[in-house]
C-alpha cells in the first residue's frame, strides 16, 4: 500500500524532528540576504540553500489561501518540520486576510516564504497583456506586497510564474518585467526591507536561456530581477546528473549573476514502484550545481488531480503521508549542503538584453511606463486589499478614470485610490469574463499564469499544463462569482 498510517496534526508535532541537518545553529528566522549570485542568512552569513515544497493545498487556481487561516496552516507547518524544509512556496493568497499567525507560525518553524503575488482574476494576461497591465491590478500587487512585507521570513516574491508558457508567448515577458520594475520601485519606495522580487520561468527549450537573460539585463536595476526560479521537471526516476540534462543547465546558467534555483521540480513520469525516488535531491545540493543553483521546491505539498502530492488532504486536521513523502524526507535528510560557499560567484555581470526575434523572442527591451494612476501607491500606499475575487485584466481602459475616483481615507493624493474604483470595474470584469468566450479564455490564460500548478498533468512533458481541466474550471468559477455579486 501506498499510504502510511493516518497522521494528524497533533502525532506530527510528536513525530517532529530536527528540521535539517544543515544549519542546525544557524538563526533561521533572520532575513535572506541576496550577495552575488547566492543567498545568505542577514545574521550568520552562512549560505542559505532552499529546501522547499510548493504550497497550495485545493491546487492553485483554488482561491483559497492557506495563509489566512489557522486551520489549515495548523495542519500543515509540523508536517512541513517534520520533513525538514526551510521554505514553502504558495501561488495566490487573499491580500485581505490577516496573516500574521500563519506567519508566525512558519517562523517559529524555521520556514521562509515565497510568494506569488498574482491571483487568477489579477495578473498578467497572455491574450492582452497590455490591457492587463494596469492600475488597478498594480494596486493589488502593491496591496499584497503590504500584506507581507513585514515579515523577516518572507524570502521573496515572485511578479510571475510561466505566464511565458509556449515559444510563442514571449511578448508577455515585457510587461512581467514592467511589474518586476514597479515592485522592486515600491518596495523602496515605501521603505520596507530589500525583499528580493523574481520570475518563475517554465522550462521551454526554444527560450529558456533568452528569458533568463531577458529579466536579467538592462542598465536599470529596478528592472532587473533578484532571483530566478525555473520549474524543471526533467529529472525523472532515477536518472543522473548528465542524462537529466541538469549538467547542460548548470552551463547554460553558469555566469548568470543572481540566485538561480529550482521552483517546481519532481517529475511523477517514471516511478520507482509507485513513487518518485527523488535522487534529483543528491545532486541539487552538492557542489556541481551549487555554483550556481540555490536548490529548489518539490511540486507539490498535497495530492491534487495532478497526481503530484507528498501528502492526501483527509480533512481539516488531518493527512496522509504518502510514499513520496517519505522517500523525500529521507533523501533530505541524507544530504548537506556544500561546504563553506558552495562555489558562488560575486563577479558576473548582469546579462544582456536579447533582441527583438519574431516568433522567437518577442519582448521588447523597452519597458511601458508605470500607469500614472499607480504612482499614488507610492507615497500613500496601496489601500485597502481587495481579496481574491477581483478581476483586473480586462481593466486597461480605466486607468484615467481612476484618476478622477474619490480618495479614500488611506490615500491623501488627489490622484487616486483604488477601492471604489477597483471594485466597481471588478464587478463589471467578473461578469463580463462569465459572459463572454474571450474574457472566459483570459481568465484561464491568468489562472495558469499566476498558477501552474492545478493544471499540471501527470502525463505531460516537462510539467507542461494540461488544456483541458483549467478553463473548465475557471469558466466555473466565474459563474459562482456571477452568482454572488
Ligand atoms: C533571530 O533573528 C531575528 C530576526 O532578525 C531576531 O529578531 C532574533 O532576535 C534572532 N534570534 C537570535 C536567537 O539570534
Ligand atoms: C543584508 O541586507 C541588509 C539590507 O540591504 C543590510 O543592511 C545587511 O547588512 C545585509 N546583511 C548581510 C549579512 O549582508
Ligand atoms: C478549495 O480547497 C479547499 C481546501 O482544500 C476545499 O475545502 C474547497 O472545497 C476547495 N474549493 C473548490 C472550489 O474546489
Ligand atoms: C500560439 O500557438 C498556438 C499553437 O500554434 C496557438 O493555438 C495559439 O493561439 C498561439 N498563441 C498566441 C498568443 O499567439
Ligand atoms: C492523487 O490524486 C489522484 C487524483 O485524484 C489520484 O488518482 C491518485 O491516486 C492520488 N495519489 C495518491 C498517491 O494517493
Ligand atoms: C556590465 O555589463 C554592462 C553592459 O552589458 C556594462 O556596461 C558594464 O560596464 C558591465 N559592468 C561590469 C562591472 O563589468
Ligand atoms: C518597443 O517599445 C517601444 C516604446 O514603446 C516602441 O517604440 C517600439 O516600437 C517597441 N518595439 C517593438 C519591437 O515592438
Ligand atoms: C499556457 O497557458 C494557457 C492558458 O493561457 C493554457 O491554455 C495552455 O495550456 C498553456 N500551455 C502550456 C504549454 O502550458
Known amino acids: 500500500m501506498l499510504f502510511k498510517s493516518l497522521v494528524t496534526s497533533a502525532l506530527a508535532l510528536t513525530a517532529f524532528q530536527a528540521a535539517s541537518v544543515s544549519g542546525a545553529t544557524a538563526n533561521v528566522t533572520a532575513p535572506i540576504n541576496v550577495t552575488g549570485n547566492a543567498f545568505f542568512n542577514s545574521e550568520t552569513g552562512e549560505r542559505f540553500y532552499i529546501r522547499g515544497v510548493d504550497y497550495q493545498p485545493g491546487g492553485s487556481s483554488n482561491l483559497t489561501d492557506p495563509l489566512g487561516d489557522t486551520s489549515i ?233 495532478n497526481n503530484y502530492g507528498l501528502v492526501e488532504i483527509t480533512g481539516s486536521d488531518s493527512v496522509k503521508l504518502l510514499q513520496d513523502y517519505d522517500n523525500l524526507k529521507s533523501q533530505y535528510s541524507s544530504v548537506s549542503n556544500p561546504a563553506n560557499d558552495g562555489g558562488y560567484s560575486t563577479t558576473n555581470n548582469y546579462s544582456t538584453c536579447p533582441d527583438f526575434q519574431k516568433n522567437v523572442w518577442e519582448a521588447n527591451n523597452t519597458l511601458p511606463e508605470m500607469p500614472s494612476a499607480a504612482s499614488a501607491y507610492f507615497t500613500s500606499g496601496a489601500g485597502t486589499p481587495l481579496g481574491t475575487i477581483l478581476s483586473t485584466q480586462n481593466d486597461c481602459h480605466n486607468d484615467a478614470e481612476d484618476l478622477d475616483a474619490s480618495s479614500s481615507e488611506s490615500a491623501s493624493s488627489s490622484t487616486s485610490e483604488s477601492s471604489s474604483s477597483s471594485s466597481s470595474s471588478s464587478s463589471s470584469s467578473s461578469s463580463s469574463s462569465s459572459s463572454s468566450s474571450t474574457s472566459s479564455s483570459s481568465q484561464s490564460s491568468s489562472a495558469s499564469s499566476s498558477s501552474s500548478s492545478s493544471s499540471r498533468s501527470s502525463s505531460s512533458s516537462k510539467g507542461y499544463a494540461n488544456t483541458i481541466q483549467v478553463p473548465f474550471f475557471i469558466q466555473m468559477l466565474a459563474q459562482v462569482w456571477t452568482l454572488l455579486l
Open 73 to 305: 496552516c495548523g495542519r500543515d507547518i509540523p508536517v512541513f518540520k517534520n520533513l525538514g524544509i526551510n521554505t514553502v512556496r504558495v501561488y495566490t493568497v487573499d491580500n485581505s486576510l490577516d496573516h500574521s499567525e500563519c506567519m508566525k507560525m512558519l517562523q517559529d518553524a524555521g520556514i521562509y516564504l515565497i510568494l506569488d503575488v498574482n491571483t487568477p482574476g489579477s495578473s498578467i494576461s497572455r491574450i492582452n497583456p497590455s490591457c492587463s497591465y494596469n492600475a488597478a491590478y498594480l494596486q493589488n500587487v502593491f496591496a499584497t506586497i503590504d500584506a507581507f512585507a513585514e515579515y523577516d521570513n518572507v524570502l521573496g516574491f515572485f511578479a510571475g510564474n510561466e505566464v511565458i508558457n509556449t515559444s510563442n508567448t514571449t511578448n508577455t515577458a515585457t510587461y512581467v518585467k514592467a511589474v518586476v520594475r514597479d515592485m522592486k520601485k515600491y518596495i523602496k519606495a515605501r521603505k520596507y526591507r530589500s525583499i528580493p522580487v523574481g520570475y518563475s520561468a517554465a522550462d521551454i527549450a526554444s527560450n529558456r536561456q533568452l528569458a533568463a537573460q531577458y529579466f536579467n539585463c538592462g542598465d536599470d536595476a529596478d528592472a532587473r530581477i533578484d532571483m530566478f526560479g525555473v520549474n524543471d521537471y526533467s529529472w525523472c526516476g532515477q536518472s543522473s546528473f548528465q542524462t537529466s540534462g541538469y549538467a547542460e543547465k548548470v552551463q547554460i546558467y553558469s555566469g548568470y549573476s543572481v540566485p538561480i534555483f529550482l521552483s517546481e521540480f519532481g517529475c511523477n513520469e517514471i516511478k520507482s514502484g509507485t513513487s518518485r525516488p527523488f535522487t534529483e535531491i543528491q545532486a541539487i545540493y552538492s557542489s556541481r550545481m551549487s555554483s550556481v543553483f540555490s536548490g529548489g521546491l518539490v511540486y507539490e505539498y498535497s495530492n491534487e488531480t
